[in-house]
């Protein structure tokens, strides 16, 4: 329900906050004292058309807050979720208007734009106005206002269900209809990248492994060049080169030849000949090596024709070659696809038209359970119109076919409430055929036969007895009271039949303070109750004879 409502700075109104309780408040004054200013002020509240014109003269902006306290598991919790603000018992919707017109919006302190605060507002409020009505007035509502008083909630989900079956079953065919025309588009090309790839036959992980081995092969050609060109160092091939054995060799020979003594020369000798032996011990660890490294000659061309033909492949497809069997399995499936298309085309058809149906069987269902709540709501209604001074209007409530284009989850049908407000009147748009007064009694008779809760906690009214008095205003006030019952009515009234209802009473008044006028609300007690109901009576002069009546208005709906 709404608990307060704080406001700074709209048109008469410098500061001003009220408290809100449960069951039915009324707000009375004189004309021009401000109540179409209250209303204005939640207005803004609730995200409606902000204006330059209701900030305060002389100030720089005006601002509302409406504070609410929604029930447990109330749609507003949800809205707050899913837009990431954290959802709190009360629920605090802020409005700041500056003069040049430019406004911002606050939930919880926290900025959001004005779709969301109206978004908010629609699950908090109805209002019901002269001038500006936001439920009944909506024809979008009247399906949803049939199917709670009918107890619909049934049909109407499964309803729903079986319309999200059908759209899910026509996504699948279109999704494998597209499919299917893809793939007919590059038949030919698919064939022949399928058969390549086939031939080619990609290895998961095989580039990684190709090209360790390549690497190692190509170190171990590398090692042998370096053991042949050590071995030919040591046995050049080339003639005139030097041979370090035969050098060593020479070199013994000239000293063996010195004449004697020569025993000097025997160290230099055995150096010699050890020389000889770690050279010959050098050529053959060498040509150990080289024969037990030498690689297959024809391998390492192999990988390099191998990994050419992986790599040419992947940037043929545009993938990575690590991609590539993933790439193939792809485009066979995508043939497979194409080879099974047909008969999965044709599987989900039968599929999508037997969702059709099963929607079609729902919807009809649905169809005919709301012509018959819609009967029943026009003899309720009927019932409920006379006491309301509406005994000549005549509420019709129109469940017309949609074309199949139109069909949605809330079924097959459009649901318009018309009213015709006088005798051999052809039934018409509500806002089109009664006032503003008519209006909020039709939507209060509506709200007075809805056997269930609505979801909306808090319905405003804006002078809902205009232009009745006396019985059709105690009729008025009666039903005000039975829908108080159940959720929070406020209504702004000029009826003491009305105002004698209320549970809680506030009355509006315009001052004037030097050359300003300014608005203020006060909450009355008993006697001052008394007085302002005496005044609503008598007019100008408020009698005795006024006091006693008032009196015995509020006794007799104690």
């Known amino acids: 329900m709404l608990a307060s409502l704080s406001i700074r700075d709209v048109v008469l109104i410098e500061r001003l906050d009220l408290q ?40 720089a902006q005006a601002s509302v807050a409406a504070m609410f306290q929604p029930p447990d598991g109330h749609p507003a919790f949800t809205i707050l979720t ?39 507002a629609a699950t908090l409020v109805e209002v019901q106005g002269q001038h500006d009505q936001v439920g009944l007035a909506d024809p979008a509502t009247h399906a949803a206002l049939l199917d709670s008083f009918g107890g619909l909630d049934r049909p109407r989900g499964v309803t729903a269900a079986r319309f999200r079956e059908w759209r899910t079953a026509e996504a699948a065919l279109a999704e494998a209809e597209a499919a299917v025309s893809a793939a007919l588009r590059d038949e030919e090309w698919l064939r022949h990248a399928v058969e390549e790839l086939a031939q080619l036959a990609p290895v998961e992980g095989e580039e990684e492994q190709l090209a360790q081995e390549r690497q190692t092969l190509q170190q171990a050609e590398r090692r042998n060049e370096a053991i042949a060109a050590a071995l030919t160092e040591l046995q050049p091939r080339d003639r005139r080169s030097a041979n370090p054995g035969a050098a060593l060799r020479n070199a013994a020979r000239a000293l063996e030849r010195l004449p004697p003594p020569n025993e000097s020369a ?29 690689p297959d000659p024809r391998r390492l061309e192999v990988l390099e024709d191998r990994l050419y033909g992986l790599r040419s492949a992947a940037r043929k497809h545009g993938v990575a070659v690590v991609e590539l069997p993933q790439h193939l ?50 003899r309720a209604l009927a019932k409920e119109l006379p006491p309301l001074k509406l005994d000549r209007a005549r509420v019709v409530v129109e469940v017309a076919a949609r074309d199949e284009a139109a069909w949605g989850a809330e079924g097959m049908d459009r649901v318009t409430m018309l ?6 009147q052809t039934p018409g748009q509500l806002v089109k055929i009664a006032s503003g007064g008519e209006l909020s009694r039709l939507m209060l008779a509506l709200k007075v036969v809805l056997a269930r809760g609505s979801p ?55 001052s004037v303070r030097g050359a300003a006028a300014q608005t203020s609300v006060v909450p009355l007690d008993a006697p001052a109750r008394r007085e302002e109901i005496a005044r609503m009576l008598a007019g100008e002069v408020v009698t005795e004879a006024a006091r006693a009546a008032a009196a015995s208005l509020l006794d007799g709906v104690a």
């Open 20 to 59: 809100f309780g449960p069951g039915l408040s009324v707000l009375t004054g004189e004309t021009g004292a401000g109540k179409s200013i209250l209303l204005d002020s939640l207005g803004l509240a609730l995200g409606m058309r902000a204006e330059a014109g209701l900030v305060r003269s002389g100030q």
């Open 266 to 294: 025997g160290p230099a000798l055995a150096a010699l000949a050890a020389a000889q032996d770690a050279l010959a011990e050098a050529e053959q660890q060498l040509e150990r090596l080289s024969s037990d490294a030498l």
């Open 82 to 120: 899913e837009q990431g603000i954290e959802a709190e018992d009360a629920l605090v919707l802020r409005r700041v208007l500056q003069a040049d017109g430019r406004s911002r919006a606050f939930v919880n302190d926290q900025p959001v734009g004005v779709a969301l605060l109206k978004r908010l």
């Open 456 to 510: 909306v906690p808090t319905l405003v009214f804006d002078e809902v007895d205009a232009g009745i008095g006396g019985a059709t205003a105690a009729a008025v006030g009666e039903r005000l009271t039975r829908v108080a019952e159940r959720l929070q009515v406020l209504v702004v009234t000029h009826s003491p039949q009305v105002a004698a209802r209320g549970a809680q009473h506030l009355q509006v008044a315009k």
């Open 419 to 424: 009213v015709a407000t006088n005798p051999g």
């Open 329 to 378: 399995a792809d485009l066979r499936e995508r043939l497979s696809a194409l080879d099974a298309g047909t008969d999965r085309v044709a599987a989900l058809q039968a599929a999508r038209r037997q969702a059709r149906d099963a929607y079609a069987a729902a919807g009809a269902a649905l169809t005919e359970a709301r012509r018959a709540a819609a009967g029943k709501l026009e």
